[in-house]
């Protein structure tokens, strides 16, 4: 289940409602992000998206993490609009009757987010609005989870051959591919 | 063609969409993109680095060679920041 919102969410409502009923679920990982200040001045935090391709994106990634883990229920809520330091941003959540499947999944599920829904966050500081600048170390995260090397979203538009030395392997048809995964994979 | 701006792209450009009549000649997205930067200084700006430009055709993501068609809608936005 996704969802994307303005108003804020309840974590331990929204588990208890995903898993009431399913007494095949051994355990249950969330992770809730929220804005944080680092510095002491950020004033607050817009969250802007993509309507429609958001929805798509996030059912993407939420079905992909289906396919790779046997997930009981997952539950992706993504907030938009105006938010303040110490707001909830987001809740991910995947069940299993596994543990191991669930904290894997809950990973995976906000490391892709984060660098495959088309979300930008810009902060009010008191030297005025600035957007805030794409992390390497989330693509890292992402990549993980990722055989593919060559991402159309995360590289530079104008990058359409794979990087060199990733020229390896074919992609693995057994892992569905997603829209981005369009070239060789690495292993 | 339906074109949407996000983030700094929107404010750069100063539209969040438009349906612009492209040329029948351009192709592909690099095509689109020469001919959007040459529209004037605010499309200019904001293509002014295509190395953190990132486009999606049909809401899916894409290259700079993706080719486009009528009716396409095509999305200029900054890396993703989301999460």
């Known amino acids: ?187 | 063609m339906k074109l949407l701006y996000f983030a700094w792209l929107r404010e750069r450009v100063g539209l969040a969409e438009e349906e612009p009549e492209v040329p029948a000649e351009i192709g592909d997205v690099a095509g689109l993109i020469r001919w959007l930067a040459g529209r004037g200084d605010n499309f200019a700006r904001a293509f002014a680095d295509l190395s953190v430009v990132r486009v999606a055709v049909n809401q899916e993501y894409v290259g700079l060679d993706q080719e486009i068609a009528p009716g396409d809608e095509i999305a200029f936005f900054p890396p993703l920041t989301g999460g």
Not at chain 1, 17 to 38: M, P
Not at chain 1, 96 to 107: L, Y
Not at chain 1, 150 to 177: F, I, L, Q, Y
């Open chain 1, 1 to 187: 289940m996704i969802r994307v919102q303005r108003e804020d969410f309840d974590p331990g409502a929204e588990i208890e409602r995903l898993i009431a009923g399913q007494t095949g679920i051994g355990g249950v990982v969330s992770f809730t992000g929220l804005v944080r200040d680092l510095t002491g001045d950020l004033a607050g935090m817009t969250l802007e998206h993509y309507p429609g391709m958001t929805e798509a994106k996030l059912a993407e990634i939420e079905a992909e993490a289906g396919r790779r883990w046997p997930l009981s229920a997952s539950l992706i809520i993504h907030r938009v609009g105006p938010l303040k330091p110490g707001d909830r941003i987001v809740l991910v959540v995947a069940a299993s009757p596994h543990r191991d499947a669930a904290f894997e999944a809950c990973r995976f599920l906000i490391d892709w987010l984060k660098t495959k829904a088309p979300f930008w966050k810009s902060e009010q500081t008191a030297t005025g609005p600035r957007w805030v600048d794409q992390r390497a170390s989330d693509d890292a995260a992402a990549a993980r989870w990722d055989p593919a090397a060559d991402d159309p979203a995360e590289n530079t538009a104008g990058r359409t051959e794979p990087a060199p030395g990733r020229t390896g392997p074919a992609p693995d048809r057994s892992k569905p591919a997603m829209g981005w995964e369009k070239t060789a994979a690495r292993d």
